[in-house]
């Protein structure tokens, strides 16, 4: 798959994941991060305008798909990205992708950074 079949691809397997699927939403945020031999998932829902709400889907399927779109866009002769964000606003029927190549940690989520990351990546 090329990468814009793999992001439509993360994306449906987000819109259909049981977990994600518990609670309606109206947008969607995942942040893919990817350390020294460690990946993490962190998404938010983001309903009626209301404040980004954590929720990670469970599939071992994105994170596949995430696997293999961090090696269908790695630049010969440099390091992979780091940090992959996908937002889905359902409304508008629109999925973007932005990538982190020189600072990841801005990026990590913790509980203390939550909040405001989920602002930050907010799908409108």
């Known amino acids: 798959m090329n990468r814009d079949e793999l992001l439509g691809e993360i994306a449906r397997l987000i819109v259909v ?12 945020a995942l942040i893919a991060w990817y350390g020294d031999g460690i990946s993490r998932l962190n998404g938010f829902r983001y309903d009626k305008g209301q404040p ?3 929720l990670t889907p469970s599939g071992v399927e994105i994170e ?14 440099k390091a992979p990205w780091r940090v ?19 600072e990841p940690g801005k990026w990590y989520v913790t509980p203390d950074s939550a909040a405001e990351i989920a602002d930050k990546v907010k799908p409108w």
């Open 52 to 54: 980004g709400e954590p």
């Open 64 to 77: 596949n798909r995430l696997e293999e779109l961090r090696r269908v866009t790695q630049v010969k002769d």
């Open 84 to 102: 992959c964000i996908i937002r889905i606003n359902r409304e508008a029927a629109e999925v973007a992708i932005d990538f982190e190549y020189e």
């Open 17 to 28: 994941d049981p977990k994600a699927g518990e609670r309606p939403w109206d947008g969607y």
